[in-house]
């Protein structure tokens, strides 16, 4: 899962670069909504994985982050 996050992370920025050459920021918008729901359903998968609490606190921390640093 968290790989799959790695990946959705390079896809936006490589949209946001070619945002910058074509002037189209709405490829980005919605890929965006998809990847702020990663970090919650990592959260839900990290409870059924028995994941340590240090693991669990930073996916905790990565969800909080996620919506609201720009994108």
């Given at each position: 899962?968290?790989?799959?996050?790695?990946i959705?992370?390079?896809?936006?920025?490589?949209?946001?670069g070619?945002?910058?050459?074509?002037?189209?920021?709405?490829?980005?918008?919605?890929?965006?909504?998809v990847?702020?729901?990663?970090?919650?359903?990592?959260?839900?998968?990290?409870?059924?994985?028995?994941?340590?609490?240090?693991?669990?606190?930073?996916?905790?921390?990565?969800a909080?982050?996620?919506p609201?640093?720009?994108?």
């Open positions: 899962m968290a790989c799959l996050f790695v959705c992370v390079t896809t936006q920025i490589l949209i946001a070619m945002a910058v050459f074509y002037g189209s920021v709405l490829l980005a918008k919605p890929f965006v909504r990847i702020e729901l990663f970090p919650i359903l990592m959260l839900f998968l990290s409870f059924t994985g028995k994941l340590p609490n240090f693991l669990r606190w930073m996916i905790v921390l990565n909080i982050l996620s609201i640093l720009p994108g």
